[in-house]
């Protein structure tokens, strides 16, 4: 089939790929990719055999087979240890590409070409990310960690050179306790706690920002196996990896209470309940093992997403349409309905772009509070 | 956007349109995320399958690339499965790689080249024993049988 026309791939946001004469850079645009998703990795994790991952691909992996994906090697949730170095080195290439392939573009001379004053790579930076914290530009490169300024670097050759950031040495001696100007209102506070100061939209500081998520556990696992605490009442929730229950002793009670400390629907029989906690876990988990997660709605969200698209499998009766796929005036049937369902898929693929254009410019006003982990 | 599944699809399809597929690979149809149909011939003087061309059909759930995707050879009027000591005469086939050897770091291409090199190395073109028992009792979806992978050498 002719795919230099194909309806789907038009609407997919790649970011351009590198010129076949720069190998190295593609490499390199590869080794920052799970092997799983094909994606730029999202709160990496290695495992035993030294295979890293997003965390959430390898939690789910690892739920259909104790072992690596890659090598083999037999491979369980406890072996799991956030990648940090991996998760610096991801961001920072996501943040650098755009950069380095307006550099890259044409390829004039190997060596160094010199920056354009032109080229407006960061405005594209990581599309990926930009999807999951939708924030303003400037922020996004600043927010995260302190060691991240080391980057300004390679942006400054077309920004004017702001001097007061580019003292790297002294930025990297901060520690997340240090006290530094928020980059947008300029008040000054914790490092460890712009990224949420910046998320609230830069309120005033009011003194005493951490500490405030204790929560008394032993009342609140009470109320868990009590089934009681529904939905909108259990507020504060512990950011804690939650453990697997024993799925073949727990009770639907159990399992409900579970859901309901999230706020999250308790609805269906046994296996159903089963299938949203381990869906739930997954995702609350792999969200602690990274540096920039999401908020607990986000998550909700995503599940309700993951939700719907099940159900839409199961209605389908996936043995019947093998069956009509059998005979002819079937597979005609089948055309003219799926033909309707790809309608569908292309509607939402151009929605979703719309939607990400205008998260773009309005810079997610009315966010919810990101998660604080550590 | 739900799911792993169709971005996953998206970023194979992409690959697939840049890089092209292996020689004697080709995609017939990928026309949504759900269902790909690929054809498979045997390339070589060797092989036992020559001018043969085969349709391979995918079909992806929304757990994949975590699950398997449900593969088989199609049997129609135009297509038929190869005759091989693996498949069976409904298309099914009998494969690891397709049930407890399946790995999430595998994709689409993969599996073409995995049945290919599964025909390119067969010498004697027969159906498995007790293909007509499985074929009368096979439930539609071949995920749902339980296989036994036993010979190494096809």
């Known amino acids: 089939m002719d795919m230099s026309s194909h309806p789907l791939?038009?609407?997919?946001?790649?970011?351009?790929p590198f010129p076949p004469s720069y190998p190295q850079l593609r490499r390199l645009d590869r080794s920052v990719v799970c092997q799983i998703c094909k994606e730029p990795f999202q709160a990496p994790v290695s495992i035993q055999?030294?295979?890293?991952?997003?965390?959430?691909?390898?939690?789910?992996s690892l739920d259909a087979m104790k072992k690596c994906p890659s090598c083999n090697e037999?491979?369980?949730?406890?072996?799991?240890?956030?990648?940090?170095?991996?998760?610096?080195?991801?961001?920072?290439?996501?943040?650098?590409?755009?950069?380095?392939?307006?550099?890259?573009?044409?390829?004039?001379s190997k060596k160094r070409p010199a920056p354009e004053p032109s080229s407006k790579p960061a405005s594209s930076t990581g599309v990926k990310r930009m999807k999951q914290s939708p924030r303003a530009e400037g922020s996004s490169s600043r927010s995260q960690s302190p060691t991240k300024s080391r980057k300004s670097d390679i942006v400054e050759s077309d920004i004017p050179i702001d001097l007061d950031e580019d003292e790297n040495d002294e930025?990297?001696?901060?520690?997340?306790?240090?006290?530094?100007?928020?980059?947008?209102?300029?008040?000054?506070?914790?490092?460890?706690?712009?990224?949420?100061?910046?998320?609230k939209g830069c309120p005033p500081p009011k003194g005493k920002t951490n500490g405030m998520r204790k929560g008394?556990?032993?009342a609140d696992w009470k109320k868990v196996f009590s089934g009681q605490g529904t939905s909108s009442k259990a507020k504060e929730v512990e950011m804690k990896r939650i453990t697997k229950p024993n799925y073949s002793l727990a009770t639907p009670a159990d399992l409900r209470g579970l859901l309901s400390e999230y706020s999250l629907s308790t609805t269906g029989d046994k296996s159903a309940l089963v299938a949203r906690v381990q869906e739930w876990i997954i995702l609350f988990n792999s969200n602690l093992d990274t540096s920039h997660p999401s908020s607990l709605s986000a998550l909700r969200a995503k599940m309700s997403d993951v939700e719907a698209s099940k159900k839409r499998d199961k209605e389908k009766g996936k043995d019947e349409m093998i069956n009509q796929m059998a005979s002819t005036s079937g597979l005609?049937?089948?055309?003219?309905?799926?033909?309707?369902?790809?309608?569908?898929?292309?509607?939402?693929?151009?929605?979703?772009?719309?939607?990400?254009?205008?998260?773009?410019?309005?810079?997610?006003?009315?966010?919810?509070?990101?998660?604080e982990v550590e | 956007m739900a799911g792993l599944a169709p971005k996953r699809l998206m970023k194979e399809l992409t690959e697939i349109q840049s890089k092209g597929t292996p020689e004697g690979i080709v995609l017939l149809s990928a026309d949504d995320m759900k269902e790909w149909v690929f054809l498979i011939s045997v390339l070589g003087e060797e092989t036992i399958y020559k001018g043969e061309?085969?349709?391979?059909?995918?079909?992806?759930?929304?757990?994949?690339?975590?699950?398997?995707?449900?593969?088989?050879?199609?049997?129609?009027?135009?297509?038929?499965?190869?005759?091989?000591?693996?498949?069976?005469?409904?298309?099914?086939?009998c494969a690891s790689i397709l049930g407890t050897e399946w790995s999430p770091v595998l994709n689409a291409v993969a599996i073409c080249i995995t049945m290919q090199s599964m025909l390119a190395s067969n010498k004697k073109k027969e159906r498995p024993e007790g293909n007509d028992r499985y074929v009368r009792t096979a439930p539609s979806n071949p995920k749902l049988t339980r296989w036994h992978y036993d010979d190494d050498t096809v």
């Open chain 1, 9 to 16: 791939l038009a609407s997919l946001d790649e970011p351009p």
């Open chain 1, 49 to 60: 055999c030294g295979h890293s991952f997003c965390s959430a691909c390898i939690r789910s």
């Open chain 1, 74 to 108: 037999p491979a369980s949730e406890g072996h799991i240890r956030r990648n940090r170095a991996l998760e610096e080195i991801t961001d920072s290439w996501e943040e650098s590409r755009p950069v380095i392939h307006g550099l890259a573009h044409p390829p004039t």
């Open chain 1, 171 to 199: 930025v990297l001696e901060l520690t997340e306790n240090d006290e530094a100007p928020c980059p947008l209102c300029q008040a000054s506070l914790p490092i460890s706690s712009i990224p949420m100061h910046i998320e």
């Open chain 1, 216 to 218: 008394n556990q032993k």
């Open chain 1, 332 to 371: 005609r049937k089948y055309a003219k309905e799926s033909g309707g369902e790809f309608e569908r898929l292309k509607r939402e693929i151009i929605e979703r772009d719309k939607r990400r254009k205008e998260e773009e410019e309005g810079k997610g006003s009315g966010r919810d509070n990101a998660i």
């Open chain 2, 53 to 93: 061309t085969f349709a391979l059909r995918m079909r992806f759930g929304n757990r994949y690339p975590i699950e398997v995707p449900e593969v088989t050879f199609l049997a129609t009027e135009q297509y038929q499965p190869p005759l091989h000591p693996h498949v069976y005469s409904n298309g099914h086939i």
